[in-house]
Each structure stands twice: as C-alpha cells, then as structure tokens.
C-alpha cells in the first residue's frame, strides 16, 4: 500500500495540474454555447473541490510522526 505522504503528494500535484489548467480549459470551451461552457466550468469547479477535500482528508489521516519525509516518485 501506498504511504499517506507518498498519496499526499500525489493528489497535491493533481490539484497544481487542475488549478493550472484552468486558463487553458477557458480557451478550449470558448466556442461552445455558453451552457456547455457553464457545465465545463463547473465540472472543473466540482473536481478542484473534490480534490481539495481528498487532501484534506489524507492530511488527517497522517501519522504525526512520519519523519517529514516525502518519498521519491516514480517517473510518469
């Protein structure tokens, strides 16, 4: 199984990609009827949320005394 600091890590990183990814999401529904638009708008909107409270989550569940290390990831 996967360490909290190590899965931490990871949905972390998912978030950065997300919230990133924002401005980039705008440019690509700009020519879709503003409905379409909305629905990708809040469909990101309901992931970052989601992400946000998988992380908190995790970072509840953390042992207090891991060491404050965070391990090395695998390539992608």
């Keep these: 199984m996967l360490s ?10 998912t978030l950065r990609w997300i919230e990133q ?8 529904v700009k020519d879709l009827s503003a409905e379409r638009q909305l629905s990708a708008r809040q469909f990101a909107e309901a992931l970052v949320i989601q992400t946000r409270a998988e992380l908190n989550r995790l970072q509840n569940e953390k042992p207090e005394d891991d060491g404050g290390e965070v391990p090395c990831e695998p390539a992608d």
């Design 4 to 13: 909290t600091a190590y899965r931490i890590n990871r949905v972390q990183k």
């Design 21 to 28: 990814d924002i401005p980039l999401l705008n440019m690509r």
